[in-house]
């Protein structure tokens, strides 16, 4: 079962969810595409657009002292954040549709969960037949 979903147009973010493996196309950032194996994946999270409070605050207390005119309120971008035994992969979602986002991950998470109990399953039968013989 594939199953395609496109977040973006241009620059282009596309993710292809396989039985058994996850492909990200992110032409904005290419070190973050690649090729993610459901076993390998211990993690996705997605994270909304959320203000930085302590930052922000700083910035305007230290814009009051300088009179530099630079402070203002900042922002954390929107992240798909994919945690692997090697790696942590963050995926800007820039111009995209945040609910399209929410529901790769719960496919990510899904499909990495059936993936681990499938190698449960297989190391079970395997141990099984060990005793048999």
Excluded: C
């Excluded at 969810?17 to 032409?27: A, G, M, P, T, W």
């Excluded at 402070?71 to 399209?100: C, D, H, Q, Y």
């Amino acid at each position: 079962m594939t199953e395609t979903i496109e977040l973006r147009d241009k620059p282009e973010l596309k993710f292809i969810l396989n039985s058994d493996e996850l492909d990200v196309i992110n032409s904005s950032d290419p070190k973050n595409s690649g090729r993610f194996s459901y076993s390998e994946i211990e993690s996705a999270k997605i994270y909304s657009e959320r203000t930085s409070w302590f930052v922000s605050i700083l910035s305007i207390i230290v814009d009051f002292f300088t009179g530099g005119g630079s402070g203002g309120i900042f922002k954390s971008k929107a992240n798909l954040t994919l945690k692997t035994e090697k790696k942590s992969v963050k995926i800007w979602l820039r111009a995209t549709e945040f609910e399209k986002a929410k529901k790769i991950t719960a496919l990510i998470n899904t499909n990495k969960t059936n993936t681990q109990q499938r190698i449960i399953a297989i190391a079970h039968k395997a141990r099984v037949e060990e005793k048999k013989i």
